[in-house]
């Protein structure tokens, strides 16, 4: 019975969760948005720097800065930042408790959270490409798993214009 009634609490708290939209906090005195806890843009590494911080860890709390290179068309539940030049980096949101805009793509980044190596599952990755408008072609031809790095934002600061 206390399975049950977690699983309903869970799925009740999900199915709430996914009708929030981006909660921008405004500030008319600078180009930034802030989203989820609110943080500061001090301390930020580069991926360079993070790279080489990850080396021997599968996990770390750390706050980089990057660029946003593709959001969830959806509702804004997940983005691509660049890791590499040929590399992206999943972020997803704590708790599912915030989103950001879906037109950020090109932005510069600050996240704020944990990174992970992760396996990232084939069901992952197709719900991931439909997401993002990708052809049934293309999902269907994802078929293995992926090794690769994801980042739990804790809170995320976006510049609405670059520099």
């Keep these: 019975m206390k399975k049950i009634y977690v699983a309903v609490i869970t799925l009740g708290v999900l199915v709430s969760a996914c009708g929030k939209k981006a909660e921008k906090i405004e500030n008319p005195?600078?180009?930034l948005e802030y989203y989820g806890d609110t943080i500061q843009e001090d301390g930020a590494i580069s991926t360079a720097a993070l790279m080489e911080l990850m080396k021997d860890k599968d996990s770390a709390e750390v706050k980089i800065i990057t660029t946003i290179r593709e959001v969830c068309q959806k509702k804004?539940?997940?983005?691509?930042?660049?890791l590499t030049a040929n590399d992206l980096m999943t972020v997803r949101?704590?708790?599912y408790g915030f989103f950001v805009p879906k037109d950020a793509a090109g932005k510069t980044?600050?996240?704020?959270?944990i990174v992970r190596k992760e396996i990232e599952t084939v069901e992952w990755l197709r719900h991931k490409a439909e997401d993002a408008g990708?052809?049934?072609?293309?999902?269907e031809s994802i078929t293995q798993p992926d090794t690769s790095f994801t980042f739990e934002a804790r809170g995320v600061i976006i510049k609405s214009s670059n520099p």
């Design 93 to 95: 949101f704590k708790d």
């Design 109 to 113: 980044v600050i996240l704020d959270g």
């Design 76 to 82: 804004g539940c997940w983005m691509d930042v660049e």
């Design 134 to 139: 990708k052809s049934k072609e293309e999902i």
């Design 29 to 31: 005195t600078s180009n």
